[in-house]
């Protein structure tokens, strides 16, 4: 036996002599191949954590809302954009983010926020409301102004691509850690990496479930399987895991690991935009800083990321509302929170935003405006990664007002619309020049063809303020009381033909007033005109106006035969608008990069194109447009003391209606068409005024000014002959003029001793004489 | 045995792997600040703004501003944003008591006021980006003060933008009709700007419009 087993001794160490040396060959290779893996995966891990750790698209913001005394806003349309920005109703204000609602006064705690124009703190505030303006602030003592944080309005990312606001951890809501660690990974801060216990509890609630209730993966594991590996589920792909795992948790701290698993989770799809991280999540479920969120919607965030489609609050609310409550009890049986807190949070509802409501809405037509405007100036790349934050001038009120007045016309045109009709809408600031509202297409949430920038269409009478203002450039021989003829006119045209224009109506109205051959929008009178200063010249004023064009220089094209876009026309009337001066359009005010640093500004700028008081001129004939002229119908909707200035435009066989005008603060163009160029059987008139009438009684205008600029004079005219007249006649009116042209005022119509008595006398006496000679 | 010495090799190659890396072993310090809402956001865990620039302050006076003179020097010239010291002779409607009795006009010169003195501290310390950003913050608000569009031109010319500087206070002309001192100063500023162009001719010009404006 003793031999036996000796030579088995002898033979077992004759086999590990033999053996051991290769296995030692092969452990030692193994090893060596080891040791590279884990140095190569121990590079990957550092690389990535340590450098740029994800590409953050670029984020877009409205214009902040500005609060003083003066400022022309209701009350209820201030609650519409603290509702839009996360503000909760409360009783008394006692956090940021707080509003509370009382009769005509709103108390609100600004959330405070930074931008190029400083920052701007959080404070307690109260706001005092008279209709449509703001009548006063109050905070800690008098408050001379204030501002709201801008709404988040998109991002600028690839076609499929990740989507996240960077948190730090000290910014995560009380609960939130204690949440994710209760449900996801218990032992997150004992274990290295990876929690054999976790498993091991995970595979016994596995196995007594019957099913895959608990992944038995770290936050750390899920961290590095998001983060650095695809999703497939092979056994090597879950060692390479729990390699890096352990590997990252040898190099950064648990809050650091923590840090990033927030930023990275995935919490829901938008479309082609993932929805990544925490901040994110809570800006897309509840319009809010992730930091203000209670237990209830932190639960409810937790619960999602075992699978946020699953679990999706908008889509399964039933499912998403018992996964949130099992989360709140499992912080309850941790001891994290009371029963008693548990309760009241489990009867709250979910609390997310509805989608279509301004919180949570999408403005294509607007951001595609940006978009080309910052691909002229930004690489695509920096633009999809780089965190860039850029400031617009967009104001989601009046976008709102904007879509709803496109809305309500489509509504009262009733079967006159039909489905082929679409439409377009460009709001800016008279005198700045901002776009603050854009209109693709009826249907305000297709991103498809965004009519406001692409559809070039003939213009019509939209031309004719072109001609009118060439005309008044020259006061020696025209000023808007010089009579026009409208009568039928005949003028070759291109190869041979002959032109002959004819009047809406189809009826010549003689000599009349310039103004009101504008305000008539009369053709034949236009046309007259313009040939007379010259088509060329016409055409020069269309690109002083801001438009460049080829157009040939036919008379046909005196009545609108060229084409724009309405961001065209809006550019062409913003001239009319502010004063002469010509202010490019702008959206973006701003670019700032992650860090804050500004990258680029947009700044307001001007050139004076038209004299000033000749633009005043061209304003009285616009405003006569609308208070007696084809635009007066816009006075059905909006109050008649509100002076405001504008143009019809109707395109041959009806197939576009326009109309562009202003008011002291705000421009807009309406367009409504069909993309087929079909008829619409609607005139500027009938159609689109009907648009920009809607949009302007709910957008309270200011009036346009009347406060001349110099080298202006009032003269009394003759209101049919248009001359010189003095006030005591019949039919006189004031007019302007430019200075040193004013017609030489009339005689008086009233003697200076009243004749009245004499006369009376007079016919008396040749009475009695009659009598005699009878 | 073995196992065991794997493991420990193991160990022993993952700790030096750990070293080796090239970013050593200390917590990685998230670089950058990050892009959101939420950091622009005083609230939960942001440093507490420094004391803000642009916080408007209610100052009793006017504005005063430095208006070069035809011989090339300056003189300091004391106006009121909004045209005119208040003229409503009529109460206001509602008078709140933290209003302090103020008269409208003088409430909507308020945010106008705050942000031109704003702009003239962030002017003095050279920080004229931010001043050009209030004061085209204040034009939005009055985009017709002339006043305003004399601040932003003198700031653009200050920051070597002639042609603007000129332009903007053409426009600040158009509607200064009736202020003959600003008016003044406004084609004092042309004429400058002009200069600076290198357009004599137009500044001399300019500068015969500003004595004929006073």
Redesign the interface.
């Known amino acids: 036996m003793g031999r036996k087993r000796s030579k088995r001794a002898v033979r077992k160490v004759g086999f590990w002599k033999r053996w051991s040396g290769l ?1 030692w060959k092969l ?1 030692i290779v ?2 060596v191949l ?2 590279g893996l ?2 190569y995966l ?2 990957v ?3 990535k ?2 450098g ?2 994800w590409a ?1 698209p670029a ?1 877009v913001f409205a214009r902040p809302l ?1 609060l ?4 022309k806003l209701s009350r209820d349309d201030f609650v519409t954009e603290l509702s839009a920005l996360g503000y909760r109703s409360v009783s008394a204000v006692k956090q ?2 707080q509003m509370s609602v009382a009769g005509s006064r709103v108390d609100v705690y600004t ?12 404070q307690r505030i109260s706001v ?1 409301f ?1 209709g449509q303006q703001v ?2 602030l ?1 905070g800690n003592g ?1 408050v ?2 204030a501002r709201i ?1 801008p709404l ?1 309005i998109g991002g600028i990312y690839p076609a499929h691509n990740e989507d996240r ?4 951890l ?2 995560a ?1 009380p609960y939130l850690v204690e949440a994710l660690v209760a449900v996801e990974d218990r032992e997150f801060f004992q274990h290295f990496g990876v929690s054999p216990k976790g498993i091991a509890r995970a595979a016994y609630v596995n196995v007594s479930a019957g099913g895959v209730v608990q992944g038995g993966s770290t936050l750390t594991q899920q961290l590095v399987k998001n983060f650095y590996l695809n999703s497939d589920r092979s056994l090597i792909r879950k060692g390479t895991e729990a ?1 890096m795992a ?2 990252l948790e ?4 648990k ?2 690991i923590l ?1 990033a698993y927030l930023n990275e989770v995935f919490l829901g799809q938008d479309g082609r935009r993932a929805v990544h991280g925490f ?2 999540a809570s ?1 897309y479920y509840f319009a809010q ?4 969120l209670e237990l209830h919607q932190v639960a409810l965030l937790v619960g999602m990321v075992k699978g946020p489609s699953l679990f999706n609050p908008r889509r399964q609310p039933e499912r998403a509302k018992k996964r949130r409550d099992l989360v709140i009890q499992m912080l309850e049986e941790q001891g994290v929170i009371t029963e008693e807190q548990a309760g009241l949070n489990i009867a709250k509802p979910l609390d997310v935003t509805v989608r279509g409501t301004m919180a949570d809405t999408s403005y294509p037509a607007f951001m595609d405006l940006i978009k080309r405007q910052l691909r002229a100036d930004y690489q695509d790349e920096d633009l999809t990664s780089e ?3 850029i400031f617009t001038s967009f104001d989601p009120l009046l976008q709102l007002k904007a879509e709803q007045a496109v809305e309500t016309a489509f509504k009262r045109l009733g079967d006159r619309a039909g489905k082929e009709m679409e439409a377009a809408m460009v709001v800016t ?1 008279a ?2 020049g ?1 776009v603050l509202a854009l209109v693709g297409g009826r249907n305000p949430r297709f991103s498809g063809f965004n009519r406001a920038l692409d559809a070039s269409r003939q213009i019509g009478s939209l031309i004719k303020p072109a001609v009118f203002l060439t005309a008044l450039e020259q006061p020696q021989r025209y000023s808007l009381i010089t009579p026009v003829d409208d009568s039928p006119i005949t003028l070759p045209a291109e190869q041979g033909k002959t032109w002959s224009p004819q009047n809406y109506s189809r009826v010549s109205h003689g000599l009349v007033p310039l103004h009101e051959a504008l305000s008539r929008s009369y053709n034949q009178a236009t046309v007259r005109l313009g040939v007379d200063v010259g088509v060329d010249k016409v055409l020069q004023t269309v690109e002083r106006m801001g438009v460049q064009h080829n157009w040939p220089a036919y008379p046909a094209m005196l009545l609108g035969s060229g084409a724009m876009t309405p961001l065209q026309v809006t550019d062409m009337y913003q001239t009319l608008a502010s ?3 010509n202010t490019p359009l702008r959206a973006i005010r ?1 670019v700032l990069t ?3 640093e ?1 990258l680029s ?1 947009y ?6 194109r038209f004299d ?1 008081a000749t633009i005043f001129l061209m304003q009285e004939g616009m405003s006569r447009v609308m208070a007696e002229g084809t635009g007066r119908s816009a006075y059905n909707q909006i109050p008649s003391d509100i002076r405001l200035a504008g143009k019809t435009g109707t395109t041959n066989d009806l197939r576009d209606s326009w109309f562009a005008g202003f008011s002291d ?1 705000l421009l807009a163009v309406a367009w409504l068409g069909r993309d087929d160029n079909g008829q619409t059987r609607l005139t500027g008139a009938t159609g689109a005024l009907q648009i920009w009438s809607a949009f302007m009684a709910e957008a309270h205008p200011n009036s346009l ?1 009347e ?4 080298d202006i004079g009032y003269a009394w005219v003759n209101r049919l002959t248009g001359e010189g007249s003095d006030p005591s006649c019949p039919d006189t009116v004031q007019m302007p003029f430019r200075a040193g042209y004013e017609p030489l005022p009339g005689p008086g119509c009233r003697p200076l001793i009243d004749t009245a008595p004499v006369k009376e006398g007079a016919g008396r006496v040749m009475d009695v004489i009659r009598g005699w000679l009878q | 045995m ?1 196992s065991k ?2 493991g420990l ?2 160990g022993c ?6 070293c ?4 050593g ?1 200390i ?2 310090v ?17 440093p507490a ?2 004391q ?7 100052t009793d006076g006017g504005v005063v501003v430095l208006v070069p003179d035809g011989e090339g020097g300056s003189s300091a010239v004391e106006s009121y944003p909004l045209d005119s010291a208040p003229i409503s002779s009529q109460p206001s ?2 008078t ?1 008591a ?3 009795g103020l008269q ?1 006009d003088e ?2 010169a ?2 106008v006021l ?2 031109l003195t ?1 702009a003239r501290q962030q002017e003095s310390g050279g920080d004229l ?2 001043a ?3 004061l ?2 204040a ?3 009055a ?2 003060e002339p006043q305003v569009l004399f601040r ?1 031109a003198q700031v653009r010319l200050e920051q070597g933008d002639a042609a ?1 500087a000129e ?2 206070a ?2 600040g ?3 200064a ?1 009736g202020r003959p001192a600003l008016q003044a100063s406004l084609w004092g500023l042309v004429a400058d700007a002009r200069e600076r162009q290198g357009n004599s001719a137009g500044a001399a010009q300019a500068r015969e419009r500003a004595k004929v404006a006073l």
Request: charged content about 20%; cysteine-free; hydrophobic content about 30%.
């Open positions: 296995l452990a193994g090893l080891f040791a884990a140095v121990d590079a891990v550092q690389e954590f340590s740029k750790r953050v984020k500005e003083y005394a003066g400022q940021p983010g959330r405070g926020f930074q931008s190029f124009e400083g920052s701007e703190p959080a005092r008279s009548t006063g109050s008098e001379v102004m944080e988040m606001i960077l948190i730090r000290d910014q809501p390699i352990v590997l040898l190099h950064y701290s809050e650091a840090e901040g994110l800006q800083p992730l930091h203000e965190g860039l934050r600031g005198q700045t901002e004063g002469g001066f701003n992650a860090e804050g500004q500004r700044p307001f700028k001007v050139q004076q000033s603060d000014s406060v001349p600029p110099g | 073995d010495r794997i090799l193991a190659i993952m700790v030096l792997a750990g080796a890396g090239s970013g072993s917590p990685v998230d670089s950058g600040r990050p892009v959101s809402n939420e950091d622009m956001q005083s609230g939960a865990g942001m703004p420094t803000q620039q642009t916080q408007p302050q209610q409607t509602q709140p933290s209003s302090g409208e409430q909507l308020g945010p705050a942000l704003s980006s931010s050009s950003a209030s085209e913050r034009l939005r608000i985009p017709r932003l603007q332009q903007l053409q426009r002309l158009s509607y009709s």
